[in-house]
């Protein structure tokens, strides 16, 4: 079936691969599949990659109990319904649905998916009929989704009620989902904030992927401030035990849904967080091929601990008589086993397995069709990471730098970003900006005052003279520096009244709290010297 896996890998020039999902498509099928197949990775972790896992566009993963607004948060980035969605207050969403681009909006059911070439879902047979039939693809024309697919999910109930209900392993579908896209959202209702026995059993499923992970409070609209500050708290507090790392995760606050806010208190921190986290999906294109780079990465390095682990266990195996035996006493001593390969060939105790789920595994394998140690697929794999993913790095930012404007366009990407709703318009730098006056001029006159006790020389005072102003706001030299830079428009190293009163403007903007812009904009620039070269 796959004719390709027994060619030997042979070290590639970066000119010979014309994309990167070229580049790791060849390095897999030709260095990494066959140590793969050798030790039954597909068997224990996860199913080989498909040329569509190469190709297929960002996907991101939504993740949550139900009714906490998940559905709702892909109609407000889409701006537009979906084939399939179905939204209310109790469980509504029971299947994943893989919402994508196409020509003609319909339906495609998961058993007619897992079969389509060209589609990353074809492992997704493995679950069986119970899950593909609660498995179907969404497809609609939308500008968003010319970019980035999602995957909404099942709201998560209560853990009995979940396993009863479901007729598959509804973690296991998520984590095989989780290896695959860009993003995983975590979304929590702020008005009922509580996290289930299942869902953080599916929060730990996805432990390996925290770098993917974002976190959501939604509905943040319906509390006060208050009770806003004591719910976030509570869910850091929550998500602490259960994620338990040292790096507190990243959680965005707001409302995602197109209706007028309940208590529009906070309408200024929910806007910076949609755009905060708007920025981080539309950056998703122009990462997706580091971020196809980096899960290559980590998958070689499990695939090398398989193996180590693998051919260790044929090692310790007799040739004829007490196989079952020994095999139980092995399996029962899996942590040792760990620790021996761990010391021997300086693997970092991250890099391998749980032990109970290895031991799950192994206890329904037949130890006597394990393979011993083979160096050359080891080799390849080391030659592949110590040398040819070191030259596609330099190809990702090659293409990174070809298309710097890749980012996920229309929907409610578009209504945030300009007009004079778009976020920050009208305020700090940009206050002013469609006025007719010049917007410091309202503030000139208490400018001029303290400009003439400084003894101005043929209308200008000198940096030296300026300084001693400035510096009484007590903002950071750094700061003060690129005041100066903006303030002095003609550059002749003095500040005449309305360059001085630009910089006491720009001190004003940043002391309320915003940032300095990287270039003067145009409404700014003093009158007079507007229309120079």
Known sequence: MFSWANKEGKKKDPELFQTVSDGLRRLYRTKLFPLEDAYRFHDFHSPALEDADFDNKPMVLL?????TGK?????????QDFPGMRIGPEPTTDSFIAVMHGDQEGLVPGNALVVDPKKPFRKLNAFGNAFLNRFVCAQM?????????IIDTPGILSGEKQRISRGYDFAAV?????????????????????????????????????DKMRVVLNKADQIGTQQLMRVYGALMWSLGKIINTPEVV??????????????????????????????????????????????????????KVQAYIISSLKKEMPNMFGKENKKKELIANLGEIYLKIEKEHQISPGDFPKIAKMQEILAGQDFS?????KPKLLEAVEDMLANDI???????????????????????????MNGPFGHGYGEGASEGIDELEWVVGRDKPSYDEIFYTLSPVNGKVSGASAKKEMVKSKLPNTVLGKIWKLADVDKDGFLDDEEFALANHLIKVKLQGHELPAELPDHLIPPSKRGRE
Not at 251 to 279: C, H, M, T
């Open 141 to 149: 024309p939308n500008p968003v989704l010319e970019s980035i697919s």
């Open 71 to 79: 559905t709702t948060f892909i109609r407000h980035l889409m701006e």
């Open 174 to 210: 998520l984590e095989w989902f989780a290896e695959r896209v860009d993003r995983i959202i975590l979304l929590f209702d702020a008005h009922k904030l509580d996290i289930s026995d299942e869902f953080s059993e599916v929060i730990r499923a996805l432990k390996n992927h925290e």
């Open 369 to 373: 069709k394990f393979q011993s140690m």
């Open 390 to 416: 070191a030259k596609l790095m330099t190809l990702v930012r090659q293409e990174e730098a070809a298309m710097p404007s890749s980012t996920v366009q229309g929907g409610a990407f578009e209504g945030s």
């Open 250 to 303: 990243r959680v965005y606050i707001g409302s995602f849904w197109a209706q007028p806010l309940l208590v529009p208190d906070n309408r200024k921190l929910f806007e910076a967080e949609e755009q905060d986290l708007f920025r981080d999906i539309q950056s998703l294109p122009r990462n997706a091929a580091l971020r196809k780079l980096n899960d290559l990465i980590k998958r070689a390095r499990l695939a």
């Open 63 to 67: 993740v949550g109990q139900y009714s």
